[in-house]
């Protein structure tokens, strides 16, 4: 909290006190200052509580990140850089949670922000790949039960699909993609 002189301490009790707006004249005769003085002094204790209202609102936002913060003591801008650090260290958090959906291990041990998204975008990207080469193959077996795609690429095991689409359609001649990855040929 901020430090408030005897002055402050004393508009404050009085305006507590008094439970209602007062009249400048009148506090300021009451603390023997002119009204310029309190005009001032009102401004600068205004200026203080918004502050410390300030700082609280910064200390409840980084307590919604870590429940145990205590900001007591810290400046504004130490709490500001608090905050910046609690929110980064969610964003890690949900990134390597979100990876560790792809891949159990992964502890993302010294890398940024935006590495550990590239790294997610890369485990996504690879999981859609995969998917996409399990429905493949999935099609593919529908029409050749022992068809084995171990190690095709999709363009790979797309062209044995069609392959095997033409010869059950009646289209004579043409050879799925050899085991060994080659395309079809007709």
């Known amino acids: ?34 009204r310029q003085t309190l005009e001032q002094l009102v401004a600068d204790l205004k ?38 650090a609690a929110k980064e260290k969610k964003q890690r ?5 979100e990876i560790r959906k792809y891949d159990p291990s992964y502890t993302g041990d010294g890398k940024s922000l935006s590495e550990l998204q590239a790294d997610l975008d890369a485990k996504k990207a690879a999981n ?5 080469k399990d429905a493949l193959i999935a099609e593919i077996k529908k ?6 795609g171990e190690g095709k690429t999709l363009d790979q095991l797309r062209a044995d699909l069609a392959a095997l689409q033409q010869q059950s359609s009646g289209g004579e001649g043409q050879n799925p993609a050899s085991e060994s990855g080659e395309t079809p040929t007709p």
Do not use: C, H, V, W
């Open 1 to 34: 909290m901020t430090k408030l002189t005897k002055i402050e301490q004393n508009i404050q009790a009085i305006l507590f006190a008094a439970g209602e707006p007062y009249e400048k004249e009148r506090l300021a005769k009451l603390l023997e200052i002119d």
């Open 47 to 84: 200026a203080k509580q918004e502050a410390e209202q300030q700082k609280q609102n910064l200390i409840n936002e980084i307590k919604t990140y870590d429940s145990n913060y205590d900001g007591t003591g810290k400046t504004l801008e130490q709490l500001q850089s608090d905050l910046a």
């Open 93 to 97: 958090t949900d990134l390597i949670a």
């Open 128 to 132: 859609e790949e995969q998917q996409q």
């Open 143 to 148: 029409l050749k039960s022992d068809y084995n």
